[in-house]
């Protein structure tokens, strides 16, 4: 599987759009990219995933660049629950493992 | 309600004696996976499932053992934990190629 870039942490004011960006530069052509999150240690909870258009769901939206080296995932409007950490993960569709990087840690500001 | 539920959710024992964590999914799910979280190595794979009979490793499978007799039941167990196993357990299930979804995780340590 690709590996992933991620800034360590990203701080967003409470109300703001939070953009969370990932650099898979290796990705292959039929590799997804996922995000996942994680709030303090509870189970990672997934988010949203997309091959090479752009995704909309009711968490949040992914945008992908159109060479596919990166991403950007985009909470329309943080709340205090959305601090977490949040894995960008490139893996293929169903495979059997998802290898979680360290993610970005980040944080809503009131 | 669909889940992914683990116990014990919390475990201290002692080195040598032999202990498992039941995983359990409602969802008919036929793919179930475990996983170590450890500070600054992120999630690990140990073991993985396709399906009932049908197991193989992951990243890290030393020292653990799993079993899949039933679709809905994945217990880890550890023949004899050393504290180099004392982490944060997650299993997770998925149904086709779709998404994981985690348990709300077991936190081990070993003395």
């Known amino acids: 599987d690709a590996k992933t870039t991620q800034p360590p942490s990203m701080d967003c004011a409470e109300g703001r759009a939070a953009n969370l960006p990932c650099n898979h530069s290796?990705?292959?052509?039929?590799?997804?990219v996922y995000w996942y999150r994680q709030i303090h240690s509870q189970g990672p909870q997934y988010i949203i995933h997309g091959l090479k258009n752009n995704e909309t769901n009711e968490m949040a939206s992914l945008i992908i660049t159109e060479d596919r080296k990166s991403s950007t995932l985009i909470l329309p409007h943080a709340t205090l629950r959305d601090t977490a950490v949040y894995y960008c993960i490139v893996s293929f569709f169903g495979n059997e493992k998802l290898t979680f990087g360290t993610g970005t840690r980040l944080t809503i500001i009131p | 309600e669909a889940q992914v539920t683990q116990n014990p959710r919390y475990l201290i024992t002692v080195t040598g004696k032999k202990l498992t964590v039941t995983c359990s999914q409602n969802?008919?799910?036929?793919?179930m996976s475990w996983y170590r979280q450890d500070p600054g190595l992120g999630l690990r794979q140990i073991y993985y499932s396709m399906n009932v009979e049908v197991t193989d490793k992951g990243d890290v499978p030393e020292g653990y053992k799993v079993s899949r007799k039933e679709k809905r039941n994945f217990p880890l167990i550890l023949e004899s934990p050393s504290p180099n196993q004392t982490s944060l357990y997650f299993c997770a299930s998925r149904f086709g190629k779709g998404e994981q979804f985690f348990g709300p995780g077991t936190r081990l340590t070993v003395l």
């Open positions: 969802m008919n799910h036929e793919y």
């Open positions: 290796t990705i292959s052509g039929n590799e997804y």
